[in-house]
């Protein structure tokens, strides 16, 4: 196993869990790769003393702020009196020597600070200026998110660093653009910024702000209650501060006559990368994960091989993580083996895989509660309980007690064994749409 041990930057390892046996006839292989960054130089750091960083090092960031001023941000005062105080905390936890920009969202994209179509480099200076400018900030006109996305994307980039990081907030529906436009937005800064979105009441639409946030690799939520807002946006900032690797991408390499099936991330969170494949070679393809800190993700990768004979093996995918150089060639940072053996033993081969089990569980989990809200949303009684009591089942049996605490608020579990539930007759609209919002978010492996 390659590890990428620079100093100050993370070393990556990659663990493969698989079983890797067959039955005569079996071809379909699967394998969690657990991807894993640890030791970056500077990472503890951000959250303890976001101003300092290691000796004789420059930080190599910039992040921008997008923060919604639509005339439905003082409906009531608090969402925009919260979103001011929200965007000061996140300023206080931006590195001295990170480069920053301000940005007010309406149908239009403004500049709030530094202005000019530049990005200001914090210090205590710069961080007071910013905040002074965000007293200036008041709500009125539509909203039109593309726009915002663009003009983040035109300040980032004029910083030359490596990691470039947006934060979105949004109380509203994008009304004031067609969805092709926002989808085209998404298009063009994909892959030259990651962006975190936040939808702060209940008037937003949850589709909008989990997709701006798949498409960009960042993280979505619900902040239901504005108060809530300081808190959540001092720890995207501090998150975003300990990012210390740029456009990891997974790399997949397969023999001859292997099929990719699909690759998703599973944990954090569930995540379709499949789609996201660019061409890196012969038999090979790069998936994007984004900006990377001390942490540890997992990625369910399935392959069909060909039909081999009792007794052969063969390597079914080789697993790697790469950087982009300079040059345009990509650094190994490290890798792992997928591997196909077939056997008489019926044992080993009907075995599966506890890890391959679990995400396969929590996987299902997202779909059919996303599958479950969208019957109930239709009127579909009998699918969404359905639905809806295979979720908590599955909730109940991963661990995952974040996700059935959220399900005790959709429905009335009379068995969370068996799955069988009743729909609550009043849903709180915030239960709701935090349920859809966070359905995605899974549990490691019980050890």
């Given at each position: 196993?390659?590890?990428?041990?620079?100093?100050n930057?993370?070393?990556?390892?990659v663990d493969?869990?698989?079983n890797?046996y067959l039955p005569?006839?079996?071809?379909?292989v699967?394998a969690i790769?657990t991807v894993?960054s640890?030791?970056?130089?500077t990472?503890g750091s951000?959250?303890?003393?976001?101003?300092?960083?290691?000796?004789g090092q420059?930080?190599d960031?910039a992040?921008?702020?997008?923060v919604?001023?639509?005339?439905?941000?003082?409906?009531?005062p608090t969402?925009?009196?919260?979103?001011?105080d929200?965007?000061?905390?996140?300023?206080?936890?931006?590195r001295?020597?990170?480069?920053f920009a301000?940005?007010g969202g309406?149908h239009?994209?403004k500049?709030?600070?530094?202005?000019?179509?530049r990005?200001?480099?914090?210090?205590a200076?710069t961080?007071?200026?910013a905040?002074?400018?965000l007293?200036k900030?008041?709500?009125?006109?539509?909203?039109?998110i593309?726009t915002?996305l663009?003009?983040?994307d035109r300040l980032l980039?004029?910083a030359?660093?490596s990691?470039r990081?947006?934060i979105?907030?949004?109380?509203?529906?994008?009304?004031?653009?067609?969805p092709?436009d926002?989808?085209?937005?998404l298009?063009?800064?994909?892959g030259?910024?990651?962006?975190d979105a936040?939808g702060?009441?209940?008037d937003w639409?949850?589709?909008?702000?989990t997709?701006?946030a798949?498409?960009?690799?960042?993280?979505a939520?619900?902040?239901a209650?504005?108060s809530?807002l300081s808190?959540?946006?001092?720890?995207?900032m501090?998150a975003?501060?300990?990012?210390?690797v740029?456009d990891?991408s997974?790399?997949?390499?397969?023999?001859?006559?292997?099929e990719?099936?699909?690759?998703?991330?599973?944990a954090?969170?569930?995540?379709?990368l499949?789609d996201r494949?660019t061409?890196?070679g012969?038999?090979?393809?790069d998936?994007?994960t984004?900006s990377?800190?001390?942490?540890?993700?997992d990625?369910h990768i399935c392959?069909?091989?060909?039909?081999?004979?009792l007794g052969?093996e063969?390597?079914a995918?080789r697993?790697?993580?790469?950087?982009?150089q300079?040059?345009?060639s990509a650094?190994?940072?490290?890798?792992?083996?997928?591997r196909a053996v077939?056997?008489?033993?019926m044992?080993?081969s009907t075995?599966?895989n506890p890890q391959v089990?679990h995400?396969?569980g929590?996987a299902e989990l997202?779909?059919v509660i996303q599958?479950?809200l969208?019957a109930?949303?239709?009127?579909?009684?009998?699918?969404?309980?359905?639905?809806?009591?295979r979720?908590?089942q599955l909730a109940s049996?991963s661990?995952?007690?974040?996700?059935?605490?959220?399900?005790?608020?959709?429905v009335?579990?009379?068995?969370?064994?068996?799955g069988?539930v009743r729909?609550?007759a009043?849903v709180a609209?915030a239960?709701?749409?935090t349920?859809e919002?966070?359905s995605?978010?899974?549990?490691?492996?019980?050890?």
């Amino acid at each position: 196993m390659a590890n990428f041990s620079k100093s100050n930057v993370p070393q990556f390892s990659v663990d493969v869990y698989q079983n890797e046996y067959l039955p005569e006839g079996g071809r379909e292989v699967n394998a969690i790769a657990t991807v894993t960054s640890t030791g970056g130089g500077t990472v503890g750091s951000a959250v303890s003393a976001p101003h300092l960083y290691s000796a004789g090092q420059t930080p190599d960031a910039a992040v921008a702020i997008m923060v919604d001023c639509s005339g439905s941000m003082d409906y009531p005062p608090t969402k925009m009196r919260g979103a001011r105080d929200a965007t000061s905390a996140a300023i206080d936890a931006v590195r001295d020597g990170v480069h920053f920009a301000v940005i007010g969202g309406t149908h239009v994209a403004k500049e709030v600070y530094p202005g000019d179509g530049r990005l200001a480099v914090a210090d205590a200076r710069t961080r007071g200026e910013a905040k002074q400018a965000l007293r200036k900030l008041s709500a009125g006109g539509g909203t039109a998110i593309g726009t915002w996305l663009r003009l983040a994307d035109r300040l980032l980039a004029s910083a030359d660093v490596s990691i470039r990081h947006g934060i979105l907030l949004t109380d509203g529906r994008n009304e004031h653009e067609s969805p092709g436009d926002l989808k085209a937005a998404l298009d063009s800064c994909a892959g030259r910024f990651t962006c975190d979105a936040r939808g702060v009441g209940t008037d937003w639409e949850v589709k909008e702000v989990t997709g701006i946030a798949s498409a960009l690799l960042g993280t979505a939520d619900i902040v239901a209650d504005p108060s809530g807002l300081s808190a959540d946006f001092t720890q995207m900032m501090e998150a975003a501060m300990g990012k210390e690797v740029a456009d990891v991408s997974l790399r997949l390499w397969t023999p001859m006559g292997v099929e990719i099936k699909f690759v998703k991330q599973v944990a954090p969170t569930v995540e379709e990368l499949t789609d996201r494949r660019t061409e890196a070679g012969p038999r090979a393809g790069d998936y994007p994960t984004g900006s990377w800190g001390d942490e540890s993700r997992d990625y369910h990768i399935c392959v069909e091989v060909p039909n081999a004979e009792l007794g052969q093996e063969m390597l079914a995918a080789r697993v790697s993580l790469i950087v982009p150089q300079p040059d345009g060639s990509a650094q190994t940072l490290s890798q792992g083996l997928v591997r196909a053996v077939w056997t008489d033993d019926m044992a080993a081969s009907t075995s599966i895989n506890p890890q391959v089990a679990h995400y396969t569980g929590q996987a299902e989990l997202a779909q059919v509660i996303q599958q479950g809200l969208d019957a109930r949303k239709s009127g579909d009684v009998d699918g969404a309980t359905a639905k809806l009591g295979r979720a908590v089942q599955l909730a109940s049996a991963s661990g995952n007690t974040d996700t059935a605490k959220l399900l005790s608020k959709v429905v009335d579990v009379v068995d969370a064994v068996a799955g069988t539930v009743r729909l609550k007759a009043r849903v709180a609209e915030a239960d709701e749409m935090t349920l859809e919002t966070r359905s995605t978010k899974t549990v490691r492996v019980k050890k």
